[in-house]
């Protein structure tokens, strides 16, 4: 298995709310929190709600790849469809080829999403900067956090959108796919 997306939905899930029930275990603890306090520990009991939840998000993302008719996609074909949008390089089976057009589609479809990103993060990062001028300094680090947050998912993002885009331009100048047993070049006799 080569990337994330060929793991497991189980796994995916899991480690989505490590991270999450980590970070915002660990963000109790530099507040000032004892490890072993209600609130650092409730911060880390909301590992298992929110891996459930993201296990259902991304299920159902995984679903959209799936063809309507004909069994699911593998991991292995899920994982390629990816990779083809990711380097432009439009896939020659059929089936991952249309799951990188829904890959593509998808993206397409959060076109507003750096705009939207950038609202979102700065306005977390004034009420952090907000929070550390009126309340206590350590929301300095939270601010500085939301902000390289920021840029890095903007510019993220902004990469996916080129890049949907860019396969999407290149899937509609490919041929489409002939039979199998017929000749590739078009001639006819």
């Given amino acids: 298995m080569r ?6 939905l189980w796994a995916r899930g899991s480690v989505a709310g490590v991270l ?13 929190e004892r490890p072993t306090s209600p609130v650092a520990l409730s911060a880390l009991a909301l590992t298992i ?10 299920a159902r993302q995984q679903r959209r790849l799936d063809p309507p008719d004909g069994p699911p996609l593998t991991p ?13 390089e439009p ?17 397409l479809g959060q076109r507003h999403a750096p705009a939207v990103l950038g609202i979102l993060f700065g306005g977390l990062a004034l009420i952090a900067a907000a929070l550390a001028v009126w309340s206590e300094p ?7 956090l939301v902000t390289l947050a920021a ?7 902004r990469v996916q959108l080129r890049r949907a885009t860019t396969y999407q331009r290149l899937a509609a100048d ?16």
């Fill in 3 to 8: 990337g994330m997306s060929e793991w497991p």
């Fill in 20 to 32: 999450f029930g980590g970070l915002m275990f660990g963000w109790q603890v530099f507040s000032g």
């Fill in 49 to 58: 709600p929110y891996a459930l939840a993201m296990t259902l998000v991304i």
């Fill in 76 to 88: 292995e074909e899920r994982g390629r469809a990816i990779r083809a949008v990711r380097r432009g």
């Fill in 91 to 107: 896939p020659a089976d059929p089936r991952v080829a249309a799951a990188a057009l829904a890959v593509t589609r998808t993206q």
């Fill in 138 to 144: 350590g929301w300095w680090m939270a601010a500085a």
């Fill in 151 to 157: 840029v890095v998912t903007v510019w993220q993002s």
């Fill in 174 to 189: 490919q041929p489409t796919a002939q039979p199998a047993g017929r000749p590739g070049d078009g001639a006819s006799g």
